[in-house]
């Protein structure tokens, strides 16, 4: 039974009205909200009224410090100087000398002493360390083309608890595959996905997504914070818990036959569980990369010492399979990353054969969001999984242990699983096993539906009984060891053969 953790929402407006004051982040560096706690009844009218309404939220205000990153004209500048006031400072940073000196003479002209005009880099705004209250960026990320080193730039310049800003297009997946070198001097859109995985690995922590306080259509606005706690940037501040593979692996690896076509879609340590799965499947296995995730067109996860795996890259969902049926996929990690769930699914359902089945492995969220910020935050919660997995034509067939503290596991199939027939199910074990009974079924009786004996009849298991008292019998005369396993109603009864067992009779009883 999986534990799920009831979802609280906090409010912050006192932190906010205490901050703006201060000139302060009103949040802490570990909050997280799935929405914004006092959304706006009406959208901003100017992109200057836009900029009032994301700072006044985020509680930037009165003697703050704000970078407005690739500030040029100074559009922004100046009412970002009007928001903080004489107090605070406004870095407008440029990259080009000629555009440095512009801005700094019309401060000067404007009498915004708070203004200061700053030469950064490509790859590093040049600012004081620890020194800014919210960088902001404004169709300005598309351009970078060394977007990790600035990352890192802009981590440092702020203060730890202080946020960046990202307004950008397009929202979703990246469709413009051009090397990231040809962004700085053409137009090309980012997509979301890549600004969120890029930001978060460099050591931001995603807040929200912000486009109810933003004028403008078709744009993102992303939140991020530089966490209070983290050192130094480079890693994702938010990671997932440590997997124990061998525990993982045994509740992946199959029942009874091999594996014939397994698919992979994995990210982070998860990848780990690729060998062993290989190692029990009698075909080849197939990767896909998602689009959520790649940040260039050839990218892709390194894969384990000493496997070799083809794979394909989605594209609006579609991973352009071949013809050749699929009968396991794997989700490790990565279900909570889906933008185009539904074609995914649907090509998923297409080449999975009848009795085929699909495992999600992921990281539970501790409260409700959005699909869309679940993708960025690198959570989901499992109802979230079971309704688009219904909807696509599957069916849940299990729900499995936790395999880690922030994981559920999930499994399901393409036919109802009592149309399954016990021959072909790939839940029914046996006849030979390769652990002690006891053993073997405690660790499975979450995805067993039964086990087939050596004379080929079939012991379907009552849900409600499982795993019952194990019984061991003393030694048979040919020598062989004996076990006898109670389980409801149900006996059976295993005989030993070097290290394997095998189910060879069992039994109902009767008032058990």
């Given at each position: 039974?999986?534990?799920?953790?009831?979802?609280?929402?906090?409010?912050?407006?006192?932190?906010?009205?205490?901050?703006?004051?201060?000139?302060t982040?009103?949040?802490?560096?570990?909050?997280?909200?799935?929405?914004?706690?006092?959304?706006?009844?009406t959208?901003?009218?100017?992109?200057?009224?836009?900029?009032?309404?994301?700072?006044?939220?985020?509680g930037?205000?009165?003697?703050?410090?704000?970078?407005?990153?690739?500030?040029?004209?100074?559009?922004?500048?100046?009412?970002?100087?009007?928001?903080?006031?004489?107090?605070g400072?406004?870095?407008?940073?440029?990259?080009?000398?000629?555009?440095?000196?512009?801005?700094?003479?019309?401060?000067?002209?404007?009498?915004?002493?708070?203004?200061?005009?700053?030469?950064?880099?490509?790859?590093?705004?040049?600012?004081?360390?620890?020194?800014?209250?919210?960088?902001?960026?404004?169709?300005?990320?598309?351009?970078?083309?060394?977007?990790?080193?600035?990352?890192?730039?802009?981590?440092?310049?702020?203060?730890?608890?202080?946020?960046?800003?990202?307004?950008d297009?397009?929202?979703?997946?990246?469709?413009d595959?051009?090397?990231?070198?040809?962004?700085?001097?053409?137009?090309?859109?980012?997509?979301?996905?890549?600004?969120?995985?890029?930001?978060?690995?460099?050591?931001?922590?995603?807040?929200?997504?912000?486009?109810?306080?933003?004028?403008?259509?078709?744009?993102?606005?992303?939140?991020?914070?530089?966490?209070?706690?983290?050192?130094?940037?480079?890693?994702?501040?938010?990671p997932?818990?440590?997997?124990?593979?061998?525990?993982?692996?045994?509740?992946?690896?199959?029942?009874?036959?091999?594996?014939?076509?397994?698919?992979?879609?994995?990210?982070?340590?998860?990848?780990?569980?690729?060998?062993?799965?290989?190692?029990?499947?009698?075909?080849?296995?197939?990767?896909?990369?998602?689009?959520?995730?790649?940040?260039?067109?050839?990218?892709?996860?390194?894969?384990?010492?000493?496997?070799?795996?083809?794979?394909?890259?989605?594209?609006?969902?579609?991973?352009?399979?071949?013809?050749?049926?699929?009968?396991?996929?794997?989700?490790?990690d990565?279900?909570?990353?889906?933008?185009?769930?539904?074609?995914?699914?649907?090509?998923?359902?297409?080449?999975?054969?009848?009795?085929?089945?699909?495992?999600?492995?992921?990281?539970?969220?501790?409260?409700?969001?959005?699909?869309?910020?679940?993708?960025?935050?690198?959570?989901?919660?499992?109802?979230?999984?079971?309704?688009?997995?219904?909807?696509?034509?599957?069916?849940?067939?299990?729900?499995?242990?936790?395999?880690a503290?922030?994981?559920?596991?999930?499994?399901?199939?393409?036919?109802?699983?009592?149309?399954?027939?016990?021959?072909?199910?790939?839940?029914?074990?046996?006849?030979?096993?390769?652990?002690?009974?006891?053993?073997?079924l405690?660790?499975?009786?979450?995805?067993?539906?039964?086990?087939?004996?050596?004379?080929?009849?079939?012991?379907?298991?009552?849900?409600?009984?499982?795993?019952?008292?194990?019984?061991?019998?003393?030694?048979?005369?040919?020598?062989?060891?004996?076990?006898?396993?109670?389980?409801?109603?149900?006996?059976?009864?295993?005989?030993?053969?070097?290290?394997?067992?095998?189910?060879?009779?069992?039994?109902?009883?009767?008032?058990?």
């Amino acid at each position: 039974m999986l534990r799920r953790t009831p979802s609280s929402l906090a409010s912050c407006l006192v932190a906010a009205a205490l901050a703006l004051a201060m000139g302060t982040p009103a949040r802490g560096a570990d909050d997280v909200p799935s929405k914004p706690d006092n959304a706006p009844t009406t959208k901003p009218g100017s992109r200057a009224e836009s900029l009032r309404a994301v700072l006044s939220h985020l509680g930037v205000g009165e003697g703050s410090a704000v970078a407005d990153i690739g500030a040029g004209s100074g559009k922004d500048t100046w009412v970002f100087a009007e928001i903080v006031g004489p107090a605070g400072t406004v870095f407008a940073n440029e990259i080009v000398d000629g555009k440095v000196k512009s801005l700094k003479k019309e401060a000067e002209k404007r009498k915004l002493a708070q203004v200061r005009a700053v030469l950064g880099r490509g790859d590093d705004p040049c600012l004081p360390a620890s020194s800014v209250d919210l960088a902001f960026l404004h169709y300005v990320y598309h351009h970078i083309a060394k977007p990790r080193e600035m990352l890192r730039g802009m981590w440092k310049s702020l203060k730890p608890g202080g946020y960046l800003v990202i307004v950008d297009k397009q929202r979703g997946t990246l469709r413009d595959w051009v090397p990231r070198e040809v962004r700085a001097s053409k137009h090309h859109w980012i997509a979301e996905t890549t600004v969120t995985r890029e930001a978060r690995e460099e050591g931001f922590t995603f807040v929200e997504c912000a486009e109810e306080r933003w004028h403008a259509k078709d744009v993102f606005v992303l939140v991020f914070q530089r966490p209070k706690k983290l050192e130094s940037p480079g890693r994702d501040p938010d990671p997932f818990l440590p997997l124990s593979v061998e525990r993982p692996a045994s509740a992946l690896l199959p029942l009874a036959r091999p594996y014939e076509r397994p698919v992979f879609v994995a990210l982070g340590q998860s990848r780990e569980l690729i060998p062993p799965i290989l190692k029990r499947s009698s075909g080849p296995g197939l990767e896909i990369v998602l689009e959520e995730w790649a940040t260039q067109k050839e990218e892709r996860p390194p894969l384990p010492a000493d496997v070799s795996l083809p794979s394909v890259l989605t594209s609006s969902g579609d991973p352009g399979l071949d013809p050749e049926p699929i009968d396991v996929v794997f989700f490790l990690d990565t279900y909570h990353l889906l933008f185009h769930s539904k074609t995914l699914l649907s090509k998923l359902h297409e080449k999975l054969s009848a009795n085929g089945c699909i495992y999600v492995l992921d990281r539970e969220a501790s409260k409700p969001a959005s699909r869309r910020e679940g993708s960025h935050r690198k959570t989901i919660r499992p109802e979230a999984v079971e309704t688009e997995m219904a909807e696509a034509g599957f069916h849940l067939w299990f729900r499995g242990p936790r395999l880690a503290p922030d994981r559920f596991l999930l499994v399901f199939g393409k036919t109802q699983p009592e149309k399954v027939s016990p021959a072909a199910d790939p839940f029914f074990g046996g006849p030979t096993i390769d652990r002690p009974p006891g053993e073997w079924l405690k660790e499975n009786d979450w995805r067993l539906r039964g086990l087939k004996a050596t004379d080929g009849r079939f012991a379907r298991f009552a849900r409600e009984a499982k795993s019952g008292d194990v019984q061991i019998s003393p030694a048979s005369s040919d020598g062989r060891d004996a076990c006898q396993i109670t389980m409801g109603n149900l006996v059976l009864s295993f005989q030993k053969a070097g290290d394997a067992y095998s189910l060879n009779d069992y039994r109902f009883v009767s008032g058990q």
